[in-house]
C-alpha cells in the first residue's frame, strides 16, 4: 500500500476507494494500491503548497538549484530501487526503466544549473528622473498532470523549472502509475527539499484530476496526456484565466530521401517507432520514403521488427515490452484493421504473439504497414502502439504535403545529404520539433511544444521558465 504524499509526509486516508496497480506483462500481479483521493485531499494538498510557496519564493534561486540538485542526486543514487518499480507498473524494460529514470535526473540538474541564471530587466530612461525595471517572479502553486507512458521523464519537465522558479508543485500521476512518482517525492525531501513544496495526491483523472484543474488556488496547470483531455483542462483553466502548459498528441512524420543514409534512416524510424513499445506522443509513427530506395527501407523495417524480443520488462533479454493496457491494445489493432481495410499490406507482424509465456499480458508484435490509405486512421488518428506505415512518395515535397496533412504537429524528421532539401524540409515541415539526420532525441537545452493540436506552451529549455513566471513592470523615479 502507498499514500499519498503533502507537507513532507505520508497521508493515509480512511474510508476511500483504492486503486490497484497491476503488471501489463502480468494483468493478475497486483505491483500495489492507493487512494482515489477526492476533493477534500486535493484541497489538503493544495493548501500545503500554498502555505509553503509563501517561503519558498523568498529562498534564493542558488539555494533552490543546490536543494533541487541534491533531490536529483538521491534519485540517482535510488535507480537500483526504483527502476524495478517503474517496470512492474509500467510494463516497460528495466533497461528503459533506467534510462527514463537517467533523463529525469538530467532534467532536474539542468534546471538546477540555470539557477543562476534569473533575472529580469532594467531600462535606466524612460524619461526625466524615471528608470523601468521588469521583475520576473513565481506564479504560485502548479498543478503537474502527468501519463503512464513516461511517468518520471514527464514529471521531471514540470518540476524542474516550477520548483527553480520559486512555485510549488502538485502532482497527480497516473492512476496505473503512482509509485515511482511517489517514491521520488519521498527521496527529494529526504534529500532536503522543504515541506509542502512538492506534494503527490492519487487517483482517477474524473475525481483527483477534475479537482486539481479546478481548484481556485492552482495558478498554472502542466498537464501531459490525450488532445481531448488537453482541451478540456484548457477549457476549465479559462474559467479562471489560469495558466496552462499543454504537451498533447502526436503523429511525427519522418522522411527518408534518396539520397539519404538509408541504414541510418532505417535504424531511427524502427527505434524511434517502437522504443516504450510505441507508447509515446513524441515518436515516428508515419514514414514517407522516395519510390527509389522504398523496397530496401520496406524490407528492412520489416526484418529489425521481427527481430525485436517481446517479453516482459523485469527480463533482462526483453526488447520491447506490453502495452500498458487492454484498452490500447484493442484500440490499437482497431485502428490497424482500419489501415489494412483501406488497402494497407502488413509487411512485419500484425498479429498477438503466440508465445504461451506472453499470453497474459498486453503484448502485441512489432508491426510495418505499406501504404495504407492515406485518409486511413494509422494516417490521421495519433497511434499509440508499435504500428509503423510507411508510404512511397516522389519527391520531397510530395512527402511534406503528406507530413503535414495531420491535425497534429509535435516532431518531425527528414533524412536526406541534399543541404538545400535539409533546409526546405526545416522551414516547411510544420512541427514543434524537427531532426535532420538524426534520431529523435529531446534535449533539455532546447524548447519543445506542439503546435496544432499536439500542445501549448513550452517544456524544455530556459524558455520554459518563462511559463512558471509573472513578468511585472516597475517605475521608480527619483
Known amino acids: 500500500m502507498a499514500e499519498l504524499f503533502i507537507g513532507g509526509r505520508e497521508v493515509k486516508i480512511d474510508g476511500v476507494e483504492r486503486l490497484e496497480v497491476r503488471d501489463p506483462a502480468r494483468p493478475g500481479t497486483v505491483v500495489g494500491d492507493v487512494p482515489n483521493a477526492g476533493a477534500d485531499e486535493v484541497a489538503a494538498a493544495v493548501e500545503a503548497a500554498k502555505e509553503a510557496f509563501a517561503s519558498w519564493r523568498k529562498v534564493p534561486a542558488a539555494q533552490r538549484g543546490r536543494l533541487l540538485l541534491a533531490g536529483a542526486r538521491r534519485v540517482a543514487d535510488a535507480t537500483d530501487e526504483l527502476a524495478p518499480l517503474l517496470t512492474a507498473e509500467n510494463g516497460k524494460p528495466l533497461r528503459e526503466a533506467r534510462l527514463e529514470l537517467h533523463r529525469?535526473?538530467?532534467?532536474?540538474?539542468?534546471?538546477?544549473?540555470?539557477?543562476?541564471?534569473?533575472r529580469g530587466q532594467s531600462v535606466p530612461a524612460l524619461d526625466d528622473g524615471a528608470r523601468g525595471f521588469v521583475l520576473k517572479q513565481?506564479?504560485?502553486?502548479?498543478?503537474?498532470?502527468?501519463?503512464?507512458?513516461?511517468?518520471?521523464?514527464?514529471l521531471g519537465n514540470k518540476l524542474g523549472p516550477a520548483l527553480i522558479a520559486g512555485n510549488t508543485v502538485v502532482a497527480k500521476p497516473d492512476e496505473t502509475t503512482p509509485l515511482t512518482t511517489l517514491r521520488i517525492a519521498q527521496l527529494m525531501h529526504e534529500a532536503g527539499l522543504p515541506d509542502g513544496v512538492f506534494n503527490v495526491v492519487t487517483g482517477l483523472g474524473a475525481v483527483t484530476g477534475e479537482a486539481l484543474i479546478r481548484h481556485p488556488d492552482v495558478a498554472k496547470l502542466a498537464f501531459t496526456g490525450s488532445t481531448p483531455v488537453g482541451k478540456h483542462v484548457m477549457a476549465a483553466a479559462s474559467e479562471r484565466l489560469a495558466r496552462v502548459t499543454l504537451e498533447l498528441g502526436g503523429s511525427d512524420p519522418l522522411i527518408i530521401c534518396d539520397d539519404a543514409d538509408v541504414d541510418a534512416a532505417i535504424s531511427a524510424a524502427?527505434?524511434?517507432?517502437?522504443f516504450n513499445c510505441g507508447q509515446a506522443c513524441l515518436a515516428i509513427k508515419r514514414v514517407y520514403v522516395q519510390e527509389s530506395v522504398a523496397d530496401r527501407v520496406i524490407e528492412q523495417l520489416a526484418a529489425k521488427a521481427e527481430k525485436l524480443k517481446l517479453g516482459p520488462g523485469d527480463d533482462v533479454t526483453t526488447q520491447i515490452g506490453p502495452m500498458h493496457s487492454e484498452r490500447g491494445r484493442e484500440l490499437l489493432a482497431a485502428q490497424l484493421q482500419d489501415g489494412v481495410d483501406s488497402g494497407g499490406q502488413i509487411v512485419a507482424g500484425g498479429q498477438l504473439p503466440d508465445d504461451d509465456r506472453l499470453a497474459e499480458g498486453w503484448f502485441h508484435a512489432p508491426t510495418v504497414v505499406a501504404e495504407p490509405a492515406h485518409d486511413s486512421r494509422l494516417s490521421q488518428e495519433e497511434t499509440f502502439g508499435p504500428v509503423l506505415p510507411v508510404w512511397r512518395v516522389a519527391d520531397l515535397e510530395e512527402a511534406v504535403a503528406r507530413a503535414n496533412a495531420s491535425p497534429f504537429a509535435l516532431g518531425s524528421s527528414v533524412w536526406t545529404s541534399d543541404l538545400r532539401k535539409a533546409t526546405f524540409a526545416m522551414e516547411e515541415l510544420v512541427a514543434g520539433y524537427t531532426w535532420v539526420n538524426s534520431r529523435t532525441k529531446v534535449y533539455d537545452e532546447l524548447p519543445f511544444g506542439g503546435l496544432k493540436e499536439s500542445g501549448y506552451g513550452k517544456e524544455h529549455g530556459i524558455e520554459a521558465l518563462d511559463h512558471y513566471q509573472d513578468e511585472k513592470s516597475v517605475v521608480i523615479r527619483d
Open 270 to 274: 524502427s527505434m524511434g517507432r517502437f
Open 138 to 154: 513565481p506564479i504560485g502553486v502548479v498543478g503537474a498532470i502527468v501519463p503512464w507512458n513516461f511517468p518520471t521523464t514527464l
Open 104 to 118: 529525469f535526473v538530467e532534467t532536474l540538474d539542468h534546471y538546477a544549473g540555470l539557477a543562476r541564471n534569473l
